[in-house]
């Protein structure tokens, strides 16, 4: 996907520098602990990302980034080599979903915009409108079907292949591709709502 909006959702990740609060919080031996920082080093800012879009907002994301850690942690035995990947996934919707249902009943909101990456070259209204498509994204999304959204998310923004999707979510391929038509069309119909957005986005 290169369209705008969804270029701009991939700002909404962590910096290297979270990786040590991370794993001071986590519990290991010395493979165990080996293992653990191959894996945050790896997927650290796919778990930011999925976190980020499945609409936690943008206060909880490093928490909440830390529990899925910690909960990979507590389970890394029981996590067959080559399944990691799934496990985080599911582990971040799982925590997402929790992060949803909390902020809720806290009323806060989950569309807070993201902090922009300041670009030296780029104009006040450049940086005005980087806003207003993610806070626009954010409003789409966060008004979808939570099973539409996540195959949505997984697929183009995180690229992954239906038999990807299909594992993780542990639903049949088919499954998949029927959710991400839907999903595709229920996105174009709200886009289409939102003056100023590009409705080529997706498909």
Do not use: W
């Amino acid at each position: 996907m290169t369209g705008p909006a969804f270029a701009c959702s991939q700002t909404a990740t962590l910096s290297d520098r979270d990786s040590p609060a991370t794993l001071a919080k986590v519990p290991s031996t010395t493979a165990r602990d080996v293992r653990l920082r191959q894996l945050v080093d790896k997927y650290l800012q796919l778990v930011a990302r999925i976190l980020r879009n499945a609409g936690v907002g943008d206060a909880d994301i490093d928490d909440d980034v830390q529990r899925v850690f910690i909960a990979t942690a507590n389970r890394l035995d029981d996590v067959r080599l080559g399944a990691e990947k799934a496990f985080l996934v599911q582990t971040a919707l799982h925590i997402a979903a929790h992060s949803r249902r909390s902020a809720a009943r806290r009323r806060e909101t989950l569309m807070d915009s993201p902090p922009d990456v300041i670009d030296g070259a780029a104009s006040l209204e450049e940086i005005a409108e980087r806003r207003q498509l993610r806070l626009t994204l954010d409003q789409i999304l966060s008004a979808m079907d939570v099973d539409l959204r996540t195959v949505l998310v997984l697929f183009e923004m995180e690229e992954m292949t239906t038999a990807e999707i299909a594992s993780i979510l542990d639903i049949p391929p088919g499954t998949v591709a029927s959710r991400l038509r839907r999903a595709r069309s229920d996105f174009r119909e709200r886009v289409a709502t939102f003056d100023g957005m590009p409705r080529t986005e997706v498909g």
